[in-house]
């Protein structure tokens, strides 16, 4: 259900210029983050460590490999993918018990899917927890998933929107990558969608994300809809 009584959103105009919405996930579809920097705390505190709030933020939107990292130089004594693979599980195990849609996720989507905009999800976390989170949804809103194992260098670099646009155009002929609408929370997470070159928009959640040029901030995902969207995507917000 709707974490939010947002209003119902309009579909978009005849002559709308949205080719495609791609879309972050953790943080940003819905609120995981609780789930992995628990996950975090609990593995350095296995190993006798202990793991900081500031820690825990500066992971916000990183890829996983860079988390097992900074997992490692805190004193988790395992190797790079059975760290990636504890943390999976802690956050498999939360979503399977409760699912916090950001407010006004499901609305927009909706609205997007009325107005046959094709969605995709672009996110740094790996097949098992995308595939949990997308068969959660109320309908199949999602053409196309881009998850952290599918590229070699993830957020903040722009290779996983690269991907996912080049998923898109397999979907959407004459593709331009500026009528594509990104949607991000974090830092590495904007950062990347603006290197490539889409128009990002930043619905910031937990991490405070410096302003930049490159993208619009945006309160809630309430605050948008087809139309609004299309606004953005006319005035070219690019890097």
Known sequence: M?????APAPTHAQDSQIQGVLWDMDGTLLDTEPY?????????????????????????GN?????????????????????????LAEVLDGVRRHVEWRPGALELLEALH?????CGLVTMSEEPLAKLVLEALPREYFAFR?????????KPHPDPYLLGLAKLGELVPDLDPGRVIGLEDSAP??????????????IPHIAEVPDSPHFQRI??????????????????TRA
């Open 114 to 118: 009325l107005a046959n905009i094709p």
């Open 146 to 154: 881009i998850t952290g194992e599918m590229v070699q260098r993830g």
């Open 219 to 236: 309160d809630s995902l309430c605050e948008l809809d087809p139309a609004t969207l299309d606004g953005y995507v006319r005035t070219g």
């Open 2 to 6: 709707p974490t939010q009584n947002c």
């Open 63 to 87: 890829a996983l490999p860079d988390a097992a990292a900074a997992l490692r130089a805190a004193g988790v004594d395992l190797e790079p993918r059975q760290i990636i693979d504890r943390l």
């Open 189 to 202: 997470g904007i950062s990347s969608a603006a290197a490539s070159g889409i128009t990002a928009l930043l």
């Open 36 to 60: 992995w920097m628990a996950a975090e705390a609990k593995l350095v505190a296995d190993f006798g460590g202990t793991w900081s709030e500031e820690q825990a933020m500066s992971l916000v």
